[in-house]
């Protein structure tokens, strides 16, 4: 039987510092930092869907947005794996370390994360969600939490 291991994930990134710093990553740049030593298991890797929001000047009622011109609401990068063959302690920290690092790379790119969760299911064993509590101190909370048998 094979160890597969779930990963689900938003990035919301803020473009405050984008709009005072000319040359700031473009969505293309991101989903390179995403693609960096991102994971990989038996059967294919990560997949990232990047969501830039529109710049409006009114309210549209159809989406329910409020997305003004300059607004500082950039986008969500969103991460989603199955990794076949992927649940051992050293993979598991190298994916912790993956994602950990995004939030630096990030921020040198001048670029901040409002908000970034992260939940890696490894199947039979644990839940471990990572959520980030300041990008520029590159502080995590990590929360592991035990599969019991029934």
């Known amino acids: 039987m094979s160890q597969w291991t779930h990963l689900a994930g938003i990035i919301r990134i803020d473009n405050l510092l984008r709009r005072i710093a000319p040359g700031a990553p473009t969505a293309k740049d991101v989903i390179r930092i995403l693609l960096e030593d991102a994971p990989v298991g038996s059967e294919g ?5 990047f969501v830039k929001w ?5 309210y549209k009622e159809k989406d329910h947005t409020n997305v003004h011109e300059g607004g ?7 991460i989603s794996a199955d990794l076949r ?10 994916i912790k370390q993956w994602f950990t690092d995004l939030a ?19 199947e039979y064993k644990y839940n471990r969600v990572l959520h980030l509590v300041d990008q520029e ?9 035990l599969k019991t048998e029934e």
Not at 137 to 145: F, H
């Open 45 to 49: 890797g990560c997949h990232f869907h």
């Open 54 to 58: 529109p710049e409006v000047d009114d």
């Open 72 to 78: 500082i609401y950039w986008g969500d990068a969103i």
């Open 85 to 94: 063959d992927v649940g051992d302690d050293d993979e598991i920290e190298k």
């Open 104 to 122: 630096k790379k990030l921020w040198d790119g001048k670029l901040i994360i409002r908000q970034a969760v992260l939940e890696i299911e490894v």
């Open 137 to 145: 101190e590159n502080t995590w909370i990590d929360t592991i939490t």
